[in-house]
C-alpha cells in the first residue's frame, strides 16, 4: 500500500512539466488537461475536438487511402498498416463521435479486408482471409488490437471477443502460440487481449463472461508483479524472442509489453492497487529525470506512418503523462 509520503510526491503537480506537456500536440493537451489538472469538461472537450484537425491525428487521419486502409493492408510488419494506425488513433483519443472519425472508420468497416496470405508467402487461414476488418483474423495478438479500436471506435466486435473467450488459457492469460500447443501464456498476448477486454466493456459489453475472462487475464500479470516469473520469482528481462526489454518504456508499444504498459492497464480498469504492484511502481519512480520527466527508452524497430516521439533517449510527453498518470492512481489507493 502506498505511503502518505508518497501521495504526496506522486500527485503533486509539477507546474513545469504540465506545461511542457500542455505545450505539445492536441493528443497530449486534452489528456493533460484531463487526467493532470483542474480543467472544465468544456475545455477538455474543446481540446479534444483538435485532435482529428491539427497535429499526429489529422496527419494520420490523412494518410487514410481511398480503399479506407492505412499503407493497403489490414495488417503488416510494419507500422503503418491499418490496424496499426488505428491503434495508434485510440491511444491518441480521437473522438469517435467526430464527423472526422465516423467517415474514416466507415471506409474501415465496409472496405478493408483480410488477406489470406501472410507477407512471408505462408497461408494464415480460410477462415478469415477476405473478412471484413472488424471480424478480425486468427491470432489473439492481432485480434486483440483490432477489438480494441473497434470497440473504442463504436464497432461491432462481438465475434472477435467470443473468439479470445475461448482462446484463453488455464494460467488465465493468452498465446498466440497455443495453436502450436503452448500451454503458458504469453504477456505480449495477454496485454493485447486484456486491453481489448477493457475496451469492449467501457463500451457498455459488460458480460459477466468478459469481465470474469479480464479479471483472470489481470490475475496473471498481477501473480507475476507485473515483470517476474511466477516460479522463481526472478526477473523477466526479455520477452521470448529477445527484442523485447520490459523494463524499458516504448511508446507507441504496439504488440509488445512492458511496465508501463501493464500499469496503464491497471489504471484504466480501475484495479484497486495492492503490493504486487509496488516494485513495478518503484521501477517506474526511479526513471524520473532531475526535471520531473520521463525518457523515451526504446522505440520497436518499424515504419511508423507518422513520428510522435521525441527521439529515443530524450524525454517524452507520453510517457511522462502516461507514468504520471500511474503514479497518481498508485496514490490514490492508498
Known amino acids: 500500500m502506498a505511503s502518505q509520503s508518497f501521495k504526496e510526491s506522486a500527485t503533486q503537480p509539477n507546474h513545469a512539466v504540465i506545461q511542457w ?43 487514410q487511402q481511398t480503399d479506407g486502409s492505412w499503407a493497403g493492408a489490414a495488417w503488416n510488419h510494419g507500422w503503418n498498416s491499418t490496424m496499426h494506425v488505428l491503434s495508434l488513433l485510440r491511444e491518441l483519443g480521437l473522438d469517435p463521435a467526430s464527423d472526422a472519425t465516423r467517415r474514416a472508420i466507415d471506409l474501415v468497416r465496409d472496405q478493408v479486408r483480410w488477406r489470406g496470405w501472410d507477407w512471408d508467402g505462408s497461408w494464415r487461414g480460410e477462415d478469415f482471409a477476405g473478412t471484413p476488418f472488424f471480424v478480425g483474423e486468427v491470432e489473439p495478438c492481432i485480434n486483440g488490437q483490432v477489438a480494441a479500436s473497434g470497440a473504442y471506435f463504436g464497432q461491432d466486435v462481438h465475434r472477435i ?129 532531475e526535471d520531473g520527466r520521463w525518457p523515451l527508452e526504446t522505440q520497436h524497430p518499424g515504419t511508423m506512418a507518422v513520428a510522435v516521439n521525441e527521439g529515443v533517449g530524450r524525454p517524452s510527453r507520453w510517457n511522462t503523462l502516461r507514468a504520471l498518470r500511474v503514479l497518481a492512481w498508485y496514490g490514490s489507493g492508498a
Open 21 to 63: 506537456l500542455l505545450d505539445g500536440d492536441p493528443a497530449i493537451r486534452w489528456q493533460v488537461l484531463r487526467d493532470l489538472t483542474d480543467a472544465t469538461a468544456a475545455e477538455v472537450a474543446a481540446e479534444r475536438a483538435r485532435v482529428a484537425t491539427e497535429g499526429v491525428g489529422a496527419q494520420l487521419l490523412a494518410l
Open 161 to 289: 471477443i467470443d473468439r479470445l473467450l475461448t482462446e484463453q488459457l488455464p494460467d488465465g492469460g493468452w498465446n498466440c502460440e497455443a495453436v502450436n500447443g503452448s500451454q503458458r501464456s504469453s504477456f505480449n498476448t495477454t496485454i493485447c487481449v486484456l486491453e481489448a477486454l477493457l475496451e469492449y466493456e467501457l463500451a457498455g459489453g459488460l458480460h459477466a463472461e468478459v469481465m470474469e475472462a479480464r479479471r483472470r487475464g489481470q490475475e496473471y500479470l498481477l501473480e507475476r508483479h507485473l515483470f517476474r516469473r511466477r516460479s522463481t520469482g526472478t526477473v523477466i528481462e526479455r520477452d521470448r524472442k529477445g527484442a523485447t526489454v520490459w523494463t524499458q518504456c516504448a511508446f507507441p508499444t504496439w504488440w509488445h509489453y512492458d511496465v508501463l504498459r501493464g500499469l496503464e492497464y491497471l489504471r484504466r480498469a480501475d484495479a484497486t492497487p495492492d503490493a504486487r504492484v509496488a516494485e513495478a511502481i518503484a521501477l517506474i519512480v526511479a526513471k524520473r529525470d
